[in-house]
């Protein structure tokens, strides 16, 4: 029987202070709070979607697994339902496979569950150690271009056409979104230039004003008003419960897999708690358990996976190091769902600039790409492409592993290909082969 390594406690970062930590938990909240207008207007695009019921529902779910984050693992980390996966299930899963708005959040929660099996067999450190970097950037990478088509779609900048499948839509007078976008996108271009905590924010909060002005939105008739009740999705577990949806629950896996353990290597090496003495995360089960129980409690209140933000950083950068910056922004996003009337208030056109945004800040990991590596780069480059121009993130996400695969084995280095990536490949083909 192999032996476990022992996942090191040590933790010791600079000195900080309560002072310091509830500062870093507010600019946190503000950098990342895009998420509850964003997350909304993404969903209701899918049948079935009560939108007052998922502005409530991302408030708590945020809420709920942020405090979780802070007071058990004792990380300043962020969580809410992240961005690409909110995409894939709607666009992907629910219109794409035609699928039931409970049904889908119900394979979420089993996503989840499989997430915390990983977990708790430690397959899920093993599995993520043999990806290779390359392949692991180009899925953040495509999964950002992804999200700035969806930003330019749904602000009208890019329309559908017969011949050529896609193309621009003129600036009238009778369509001013495309303009705002455009200078909402500009804008939180000079704040964030500037460093200004909670551009995005700014920026919705601004584009959303022109729109009322303008007479393309309906000022909202109140500021803060009780919750509306979240929806609860088990009602579609029967449903979900069918072995023709184990390729949606793997891409669901694979997809949260890569946006999670990305995050968490990059802002805990911000912070400091990993080094070349010390390689491993601290904690590391802990972080990866509330990840998973964060991607199940999404479902439950049907508002996809929730996953850490790399938004952290901000907090990070203001000195947060431990759990009370987290438990501050668990607060804030639970004192939000009190403030529905002015969420529900910001269209479509004035969170199209924050997806094109996050977008563009994604598409940075493509950058340490080795580009000069024809082994790595093409298999990249395939999923760079795939994921936005099948609309489909699962499928891009196989493209690549696919690709890596045959390219590798064939130029005669097979000693890249570790076992668990020959196992990932061969499930995505069998799955590909089947017609999913």
């Known amino acids: 029987m192999v032996s476990r390594p022992k996942e090191p406690q040590h933790l010791t970062p600079p000195r900080t202070s309560a002072q310091t930590e509830i500062v870093a938990g507010i600019v946190t909240f503000m950098t990342m709070a895009y998420i509850l207008f964003v997350n909304p207007s993404i969903l209701a695009n899918a049948p079935g979607a009560d939108k007052g019921a998922i502005i409530v529902g991302t408030g708590l779910v945020s809420g709920i697994i942020t405090l979780l984050m802070g007071l058990w693992a004792d990380y300043p980390f962020a969580l809410a339902p992240g961005m690409g996966l909110n995409a894939f299930v709607t666009f992907s899963v629910i219109i794409g496979m035609k699928l039931p708005f409970d049904t889908a959040m119900s394979l979420v929660v089993i996503e989840g569950l499989v997430i915390l099996l990983l977990v708790v067999t430690r397959l899920r450190e093993i599995i993520f150690l043999a990806i290779p970097l390359n392949l692991k950037r180009a899925i953040a990478g495509g999964i ?141 089960n802990r972080i990866l358990t509330v990840d998973a129980l964060a991607a199940m409690v999404g479902g439950l209140f049907g508002v996809a996976p929730a996953t850490t933000f790399v938004e952290s950083a901000a907090g990070i950068a203001e000195g947060g190091r431990r759990g009370l910056t987290a438990v501050t922004v668990g607060v804030l996003f639970l004192l939000s769902i009190f403030f529905a009337p002015i969420i529900g208030a910001v269209p479509a056109l004035a969170t199209a600039p924050a997806l094109i945004i996050v977008g563009f800040l994604m598409l940075g990991h493509a950058a340490n790409i080795e580009w000069n590596d024809v082994t790595e780069a093409l298999p990249a480059f395939i999923t760079l492409a795939t994921i936005p121009f099948t609309y489909n993130i699962g499928r891009g996400i196989g493209y690549g592993f696919i690709s890596y695969l045959l390219i590798n084995l064939l130029a005669g280095k097979r000693e890249k290909l570790k076992w668990p990536l020959w196992a990932v490949g061969a499930v995505f083909a069998i799955f590909f082969v089947m017609g999913y």
């Open 144 to 284: 950002g271009l992804f999200i700035s088509l969806i930003g330019f779609i749904n602000s009208g900048i890019i329309v559908g056409d017969k011949v050529t499948l896609v193309t621009f839509a003129p600036w009238t007078s009778h369509n001013a979104g495309p303009l705002i976008t455009l200078a909402t996108v500009v804008l939180i271009g000079i704040l964030m230039a500037r460093k200004v905590k909670g551009a995005m924010l700014y920026g919705i909060l601004a584009a959303t004003v022109v729109a009322i002005a303008l007479g393309i939105q309906k000022a909202p008739t109140a500021v803060v008003s009780m919750p509306a009740m979240p929806h609860i999705t088990l009602g579609g577990m029967g449903s979900a419960l069918k072995l023709s949806y184990i390729p949606v629950i793997f891409a669901l896996v694979m997809s949260d897999f890569f946006d999670m353990m990305g995050t968490v290597v990059g802002l805990s090496e911000q912070a400091g708690y990993i080094d070349a003495k010390h390689p491993r995360i601290p904690r590391l």
